[in-house]
């Protein structure tokens, strides 16, 4: 069974391009960190909603972005766009900065059960996304959901 599978795991996205039996033959790995670069705010939802005739917009992703910015913690100016860097780093693997290791999942009881661990190997085949730049990310989303049909 081949293909891309994603999964949003201890706050990591993971998409396996590829597997052999039980085990992944390439792996991209994103760090929390970096997708919360990448945030849709209110007033860009409505410029993409003015551009466009989605009128429904504003009502399939306004609660998404709610959701972030009303967080308590206040880190949020809209809401994080994880998804979108999958296929952003297929496109443009120039916009991110990436490091190849080994991950691994704590999985014995203890203070690190649980939590998602990377090791540099240079010679792995699994990459470990570090950075994006955000800025540009975010404009190719807004330009590729600008075009008038």
Known sequence: MGGRYIFD????LYTFDGQKGNTFATSTF?????????????SEL???????????????????IDYYVSNKSGAYAGGVLYDVLVPLYYQYPELFTVATG???????????????MF???????VKV??????????????DALSVTA
Do not use: H
């Open 9 to 12: 795991l201890d706050g990591t």
């Open 30 to 42: 994103y760090r929390v960190e970096v997708c919360c670069k990448v945030q849709l705010t209110r």
């Open 46 to 64: 409505a410029q993409l909603e003015r551009g466009r005739s989605l009128p429904n917009l504003q009502a399939a992703i306004g609660p998404y």
């Open 102 to 116: 080994c991950v691994d999942v704590a999985c014995e009881s203890g203070a690190a059960y649980g939590k998602t």
């Open 119 to 125: 090791t540099p190997a240079p010679s792995s085949t």
């Open 129 to 142: 996304c570090t950075d994006v730049q955000a800025k540009v990310a975010k404009a190719y989303f807004m």
